[in-house]
């Protein structure tokens, strides 16, 4: 036994095909420290206990309704993983976008960065305003991954959008990347 405590861990990983035959796998790891050796086979068993309920709490995301979906997203008590999760279903099944939102602007840059990132792939015109007001955000990398969401969204109010962050970017290279978009989507309109 080492001197306060001896840690025990589980690795799960979980296989899951689609109905489609794509295999999935999701990985976990839980850590559990015990202070006596007569506590290890407890440990271990809630170690793999918990590692395999995160696996399985992350795959029922895929199969969650959209609804459900959409509450994952919302919810601040959710598993952080299960959310990323959320975040990646959202954007495939293009579903939540104000819950989405609400990530955007979220004070953790990761979660941040992922939903503007699903705002794109969801597509919602609804969605450019937020983004734009993101395109002068303060956290690395942030204005660059908002502009690329609003020009993934398209359409005419996208190109005014860009033209705005053009007009007010910080750096050349975020102005120079607006412009760029915002011409590929005018270049791409059918009507010109």
Known sequence: ??????????????????????????????LVTTRTCEDADLAWGLAAFRAARQAADVWGVTVATDRDLCRLIGDDLTARAVRMRALEEAAIRKKCPSEVEGLAT??????????????????????????????????????????????????PDAA????????????IELRVEAEKLADGIRDARPDR
């Open 106 to 155: 979220s004070s953790d840059e990761e979660f941040a960065l992922r939903a503007v990132g699903s705002l794109g792939r969801i597509g919602a015109a609804e969605s450019i305003r937020t983004l734009g007001r993101l395109t002068l955000s303060s956290y690395p990398g942030m204005p660059w991954a908002a502009t690329h969401a609003i020009a993934d969204i398209g359409g």
């Open 160 to 171: 005014r959008a860009l033209d705005i962050v053009a007009a007010q970017a910080d750096t």
């Open 1 to 30: 036994m080492q001197p306060g405590g001896t840690e025990f861990g589980a690795v799960v990983e979980l296989r899951v095909r689609d109905r489609e035959g794509r295999l999935e796998t999701f990985e976990t790891l839980d």
